[in-house]
T-cell receptor, first 115, second 110 residues
Framework: SAVISQKPSRDICQRGTSLTIQCQVD?????MFWYRQQPGQSLTLIAT?????????ESGFVIDKFPISRPNLTFSTLTVSNMSPEDSSIYLC????????????FGPGTRLTVL | KNEVEQSPQNLTAQEGEFITINCSYS?????LHWLQQHPGGGIVSLFMLSSGKKKHGRLIATINIQEKHSSLHITASHPRDSAVYIC????????????FGQGTRLTINP
């Protein structure tokens, strides 16, 4: 199994600022992902965090807006840059132990409100 | 049309009732995930299945690959089961990347 923690759990930020969210796993995972859940919507994959190299972004998400780091197999950060109210969402990270793992582990989420 | 569709979107039931949530998908998958999201936002993975049926306590998940359909059942439902239940498809290409349904909000009244 794996336990994932995120910091901060919630934040209220001003338009135009940036926020970095940290994701820590208590054991090594092969893959880490970042998701966004906008109010009333389902989750959408932002990117796959690759250890030691640039993240792989999904369509509609770009590195300048959502820079991601993954320096090792247990830690990753997501930065939401130059925030606007449309960025108000829950941001979740997840870890996957693959290739024979039978589950994906999710963090508790970071609830971001941009004023 | 979404690649992963859930029904119903909302479900209210009395404690003790048998609950069924359905999920249909239109993409090729390597596995189908059932997740539970509580009001605070955190998500717990309930099941990951690629065939047949899995059971954990009062929860049962089934999948029919030919029909591209999965169901989540809750027996003897309890108010603590109240949450949003989400099915997610692990795609054939990049199996760990998930496409999510819109969720089913379940409320169990005492």
């Amino acid at each position: 199994s794996a336990v994932i923690s995120q910091k901060p759990s919630r934040d209220i930020c001003q338009r135009g600022t940036s926020l970095t969210i940290q994701c820590q796993v208590d054991s090594q995972v092969t893959m880490m992902f970042w998701y966004r859940q906008q109010p009333g919507q389902s989750l959408t994959l932002i990117a796959t965090a690759n250890q030691g190299s640039e993240a792989t972004y999904e369509s509609g998400f770009v590195i300048d807006k959502f820079p991601i780091s993954r320096p090792n197999l247990t830690f990753s950060t997501l930065t939401v840059s130059n925030m606007s109210p449309e960025d108000s969402s829950i941001y979740l990270c997840s870890g996957y132990k693959g290739p024979f793992a039978d589950t994906q582990y999710f963090g508790p989420g970071t609830r971001l409100t941009v004023l | 049309k979404n690649e992963v569709e859930q029904s119903p979107q909302n479900l209210t039931a009395q404690e003790g009732e048998f609950i069924t949530i359905n999920c249909s998908y239109s993409v090729g998958i390597s596995a189908l995930h059932w997740l539970q999201q509580h009001p605070g936002g955190g998500i717990v993975s309930l099941f990951m299945l690629s065939s047949g049926k899995k059971k954990h306590g009062r929860l049962i998940a089934t999948i029919n690959i030919q029909e591209k359909h999965s169901s989540l059942h809750i027996t003897a439902s309890h108010p603590r089961d109240s949450a949003v239940y989400i099915c997610a498809a692990g795609l054939l290409q990049g199996a760990q990347k998930l496409v999510f349904g819109q969720g089913t909000r379940l409320t169990i009244n005492p």
